[in-house]
């Protein structure tokens, strides 16, 4: 990625007013954002537009972030993963199919950003 390449974040979420929340956080952080409704959104998403970081719920109403996580893990190795989650015991599953495990919800968009960062700076 050039130094001024802008990222592309794609946003899971089934919940609207988080994703939205979300996305304009890092909209406001010179971020280019997707936001998707859901396991089947993100999926078409992924085909149709370069995707650098996806931030995905574990739960959402079509499958669930692990699904999200498997499915790009098998054909997208470039993309980095954060699942957000409002329950500790995914973590361990989580923990599996992305690096750090997930954020637990609610969650400042600013930790957001920076484990962005730090996801992309390992590259």
């Excluded at 050039?2 to 979420?13: H, K, R």
């Excluded at 089934?14 to 993100?42: H, N, P, W």
């Excluded at 690096?99 to 390992?122: C, F, M, N, S, T």
């Amino acid at each position: 990625m050039q130094a001024d390449e802008v990222e592309t974040i794609l946003v899971a979420s089934s919940d609207a007013l988080q994703r939205s929340m979300i996305a304009k956080y890092l909209r406001e952080c010179g971020y280019s954002v997707i936001e998707a409704t859901g396991f089947d959104d993100a999926r078409i998403a992924i085909g149709h537009y370069e995707v650098d970081v996806v931030v995905s719920d574990t739960q959402m109403r079509d499958g669930t972030g692990f699904d999200l996580s498997t499915y790009i893990r098998s054909r997208h190795l470039d993309i980095e993963i954060i699942l957000t989650q409002s329950l500790v015991k995914t973590a361990q599953v989580a923990g599996d199919l992305c690096e750090q495990g997930p954020l637990d919800q609610p969650y400042h968009p600013q930790r957001l950003v920076d484990e962005i960062k730090r996801l992309r700076a390992v590259r």
